[in-house]
Antibody, heavy 124, light 109 residues
Framework: QLQLQESGPGLVKPSETLSLTCAVS??????????WGWIRQPPGKGLEWIGT???????YYKPSLKSRVTISVDTSKNQFSLKLSSVTAADTAVYYC????????????????WGQGTMVTVSS | SYVLTQPPSVSVAPGQTARITCGGN??????VHWYQQKPGQAPVLVVY???DRPSGIPERFSGSNSGNTATLTISRVEAGDEADYYC????????????FGTGTKVTVL
């Protein structure tokens, strides 16, 4: 069955760039049905959507993060990636990758499959 | 930007019904999804598009959506239902944004 696995450094220094990758197994990231997203959760707080990408490379970003976020896709490796620049302590969170069950804006576009999440701490 | 408001906590006795609300401007016109998150685990989709359930989710979980409030209802609550619950939606073409609610902690007494 479909599985998502996040990977990347667990510690990033302030002002540097956070980089994470989500490896997709059990299905092709090039499926025309699905979009792929990043969500984060600061310790003890709620969920926050970061952005979403389609296999073609089209992206949607949370407006308040848009200036610092880049999401890309590598169909040859069946994975997609997140880069968040100029990080501060406020970016400390568990970062999840997830699959949208349908196209963006569709009535069934929920996040139906999630990775286990990876904790990223921003600290010097 | 679009805001979704949930009560911080709901307490319910085993076997009773828990109702978790999610308030938003004209939310009844939007498709709402609900997630369950247990401590240390990734969220799990329990209801999508107001009231549909993914495969494997018990019928005890149901949803409704009208006006300015969406509701997740958990019938015959079990101890294993104790978790945080989040509503979520696509805010629309004028606000290109997926929004999560503030989250509700359900405590089974």
């Amino acid at each position: 069955q479909l599985q998502l696995q996040e990977s990347g450094p667990g510690l990033v220094k302030p002002s540097e760039t956070l980089s994470l990758t989500c490896a997709v197994s059990g299905d092709s990231i090039s499926s025309t049905t699905y979009y792929w997203g990043w969500i984060r959760q600061p310790p003890g707080k709620g969920l926050e959507w970061i952005g979403t990408i389609y296999y073609s490379g089209s992206t949607y970003y949370k407006p308040s993060l848009k200036s610092r976020v880049t999401i890309s896709v590598d169909t040859s490796k069946n994975q997609f990636s997140l880069k968040l620049s100029s990080v501060t302590a406020a970016d400390t969170a568990v970062y999840y990758c997830a699959r949208h069950a349908s196209i963006v804006g569709a009535t069934d576009d929920a996040f139906d499959i999630w990775g286990q999440g990876t904790m990223v701490t921003v600290s010097s | 930007s679009y805001v979704l408001t949930q009560p911080p906590s709901v307490s319910v006795a085993p076997g009773q019904t828990a109702r978790i609300t999610c308030g938003g401007n004209n939310i009844g016109s939007k498709s709402v999804h609900w997630y369950q998150q247990k401590p240390g685990q990734a969220p799990v989709l329990v209801v999508y598009d107001h009231s549909d359930r993914p495969s494997g989710i018990p019928e005890r979980f149901s949803g409704s959506n009208s006006g300015n409030t969406a509701t997740l209802t958990i019938s015959r609550v079990e101890a294993g239902d104790e978790a945080d619950y989040y509503c979520q939606l696509w805010a629309g073409s004028s606000d290109l944004n997926y929004v999560f609610g503030t989250g509700t902690k359900v405590t089974v007494l």
